[in-house]
């Protein structure tokens, strides 16, 4: 399989300035992670908030400056190093991003009309009028909305509708990446449902990559393909769907689980189910050995002192944590 | 049938509520808001036809009928060189307002472009900008519209876009802070992410989303030219005789208090119109920033 979007030892902190007198803070959101993303599949990212999953989605895209590290786009260009030109090019037309708050993603002054033709008169600014209000009923059709609310204004839909506008608005450009940033968190289950299936026959018919962001581990399972877990800003497990569903490697992953609310009790391990307590520790001081030990059931000093490294196991699973066997 | 036709034809054909459509039926509520919109469009319907059809012309003396009280043949009186106050009025009107429009335009301009740029840029560029903004407010501003005046005697337009090119300070600084609130904003990241140029961001997104604030301050913004050329032709600068404003007619009407019209009628117009912008500016707010 190609590697369509490779990170690589990539850390985004962010400086506190507190005050005049007092050293600024910094704060680690994004801490040394590295992992690739194959060209056709679906990658979940979960964690808690404040894990860094959203920081690392917007540094891909460019809306957060990055400390360190490299992330690589189709084998061959340095989203990093990219030029002004470059990065216009590349970004804008082969990743696109979806937002959170479907409604506040959407200009309120602007029509759908508007809203949706802005990136193809952005980027090809060589259409005629009737050429881009053609691709855009397309585009509307697709993402099953009507050609009468073309001129509309975004404050008129509900949230479903409207994350329907920012997916069109997204894959007008016919990216190959695809970022979801907790896109379907805001709406409820039954729209919830329609997105997501939407979002899987728009991306066989476009034949996307998506990265797709969520603190909710049944969407994931729903969706992805691969599931990255982070936490305080570093990769806890990286697995199959399968294999994260049957039995999780990592003790954060498993308290996660066993966290899912679901009517269907087969679906949760029963055995052993340790409910997390306490609060995700500061960023800003993150604990010395492995991020999780200070909530973790099965730490002891090792894991206090040093931090695991990420390995793979037999089953072709990275995780980083000493204790499993 | 249980629909009524109109809801059926909704139904068809869904018709668009627009932001303005929704914002000019919250305004039409409030009652005081329309009734001054209406005073001060009809103020300004008679500052343009009433020099036209009255039969008196506002520059031309008729010494016979000097400080004639109001009545049937002047029905504002006529003051020392007895000339028609009713035509006066509103010919003083006219410059007035004519004064207060071109101020508040080059106010609304320089004050969106500039505050919407150092809002959008942040950081340093932004630190400039407010920091010029701040030494700008030093200047003593009475005094610096004396001199301006005192420069470009000649001409009251252009000698008042110049003093609005020093009061578009405040408008710089409310549409500043709209900014930093509206770049935060994911659709602003949209278009970012959509290759939108800084330009057309702040041109496209940020500057339609910033014109409800924009125009409720306008509203403001007009009675302060209103009084600040008042004010001036109080001090005897700015319009000159045979030409008036209100604040000349005024001027006048202090210093014939005997004849009590004289003062009266031009500071009845002026202070009903301040007050009407004062209410229309107020329903504009609640019409347009719903909250």
Known sequence: MTKLLQVKNLSVNFELKKSWFRKTTTVHAVDDISFDVYAGETIGIVGESGSGKSTLARSIVGLNKVTAGEIIFDDKINIMQATAAMQHKLLHKHIQYIFQDPIAALNPRMTVLEIISEPLIINYPHYSKEQVKEKVLQMMSVVGLSANQLERYASEFSGGQCQRIGIARALILEPKLLICDESVSALDASIKAQILNLLQDLQKKFNLTIIFISHDLSVIKHICDRVMVMYLGKVMELSSKENLYKGAKHPYTTALLAAILTPNLKLVPTKNKTLLEGDMPSPINPPLGCVFSTRCPKADSQCKLSRPPLQEFADGTFAACYKIS | ?291
């Not at chain 2, 549409?175 to 961001?201: D, P």
């Not at chain 2, 913004?221 to 008036?244: K, Q, R, Y």
């Open chain 2, 1 to 291: 049938m249980f629909f009524h036709k109109n809801t059926l034809n909704t139904l068809n054909q869904p018709k668009s509520y627009g932001f303005w459509l929704a914002a000019f039926k919250r305004f039409r509520r409030n009652k005081l808001a329309m009734l001054s919109l209406i005073f001060i469009l009809s103020v300004t319907l008679m500052c343009i036809f009433v020099p036209f059809f009255s039969h008196y012309v506002y520059s031309v003396p008729n010494f016979s009928d000097s400080l004639v009280a109001p009545g049937a043949q002047y029905w504002f009186g006529s003051d020392g060189l007895g000339r028609d106050l009713f035509v006066r009025c509103f010919i003083g009107g006219r410059v007035t307002f004519e004064i207060a429009t071109a101020a508040t335009i080059v106010v609304l301009g320089i004050g969106v472009i500039y505050g919407s740029i150092a809002g959008f840029m942040g950081g340093y560029v932004d630190s400039i900008m407010m920091r010029i903004v701040d030494i700008l407010y030093g200047l003593p501003f009475l005094f610096f519209s004396i001199l301006l005046l005192t420069l470009f005697g000649q001409s009251i337009i252009i000698s008042f876009v110049a003093i609005a090119a020093i009061s578009w300070l405040d408008m710089s600084r409310v549409v500043r802070g709209q900014t930093l609130s509206l770049r935060q904003k994911e659709f602003v990241e949209a278009a970012k992410l959509i290759g939108a140029s800084n330009w057309r961001i702040i041109s496209k997104h940020i500057i339609p989303n910033l014109i409800g604030v924009v125009i409720i301050y306008a509203a403001l913004v007009v009675p302060n030219m209103i009084v600040l050329s008042a004010v001036l032709s109080f001090f005897g600068l700015g319009v000159m005789e045979p030409m008036t404003s209100w604040g000349l007619l005024i001027n006048d009407g202090v210093q014939n208090m005997s004849s009590w019209w004289l003062l009266f009628f031009p500071a009845l117009l002026m202070v009903l119109t301040l007050l009407s912008f004062a209410f229309v500016a107020n329903g504009l707010r609640d019409a347009l920033d719903p909250r």
